[in-house]
């Protein structure tokens, strides 16, 4: 089946750091794709759609030169979490998919700021 | 406004129990409704889905009922399992210049008691 890997599963950096986390198809290639951060025991937050070759759409109240989004190639996407900072600790996951297919979501990146 | 809420926040089964988790919908463009299962950090994975022209799929012990003109659908578990204890997350999406963005209920933490 479709499986979308992402990299790194953990992170732990200081304060000020940038952090890039990576998603990649494996077998499909993804136009689109999905970033959303995770807050303990709380729901799916979407951030950001990522669109190849293109600007990526954020929602709402995201800073977009805060969390960098590119998309470069049908099966990569990068987020980067530019000058890091504890607040910004949290579990971030991306997706591709969607519409009247399922999701296929990555393992999550554990982002801790210290 | 919450286009998909979810109920309840948690629940707590006997092993061979039924388990039963109900989201409700407002957004009558919706025509894609998955839910996914979510352990313990990690991604969520695709757990059943449903279109708005069925009333239920079944797979194994899993069933969706889809309510449509009460905008409703449910997820049950026959005879659970402790290897089912895990946050479940409804959800809906649909076609168009939306298509692939889902909108998730904010999850059922469930567990199974052996």
């Given at each position: 089946g479709a499986v979308v890997s992402q990299h790194p599963s953990r992170v732990i950096c200081k304060s000020g750091t940038s952090v890039k986390i990576e998603c990649r198809s494996l077998d499909f290639q993804a136009t689109t794709m999905f970033w959303y951060r995770q807050f303990p025991k709380k729901s799916l937050m979407l951030m950001a759609t990522s669109n190849e070759g293109s600007k990526a759409t954020y929602e709402q109240g995201v800073e977009k030169d805060k969390f960098l989004i590119n998309h470069a190639s049908l099966t990569l996407s990068t987020l980067t979490v530019t000058s890091a900072h504890p607040e910004d600790s949290s579990f971030y996951i991306c997706s591709a998919g969607g519409g009247h297919q399922p999701q296929h979501f990555g393992d999550g990146t554990r982002l801790s700021i210290l | 406004q919450q286009q998909v809420k979810q109920s309840p926040q948690s629940l707590?089964?006997?092993?061979?129990?039924?388990?039963?988790?109900?989201?409700?919908?407002?957004?009558?463009?919706?025509?894609?409704?998955?839910?996914?299962?979510?352990?313990?950090?990690?991604?969520?994975?695709?757990?059943?889905?449903?279109?708005?022209d069925v009333s239920e799929k079944k797979e194994g012990r899993f069933t969706i009922s889809f309510n449509k003109s009460a905008k409703q659908f449910s997820l049950h578990i026959m005879d659970s399992q402790p290897g089912d204890s895990a946050t479940y997350f409804c959800?809906?999406?649909?076609?168009?210049?939306?298509?692939?963005?889902?909108?998730?209920?904010?999850?059922?933490?469930?567990?199974?008691?052996?």
């Open positions: - | 707590i089964v006997q092993k061979g129990g039924i388990s039963i988790i109900n989201c409700a919908y407002e957004n009558t463009a919706f025509d894609y409704f998955p839910w996914y299962q979510q352990f313990p950090g990690k991604g969520p994975a695709l757990l059943i889905a449903i279109r708005p959800a809906a999406s649909m076609r168009g210049t939306n298509a692939g963005k889902s909108t998730f209920g904010d999850g059922t933490t469930l567990t199974v008691k052996p």
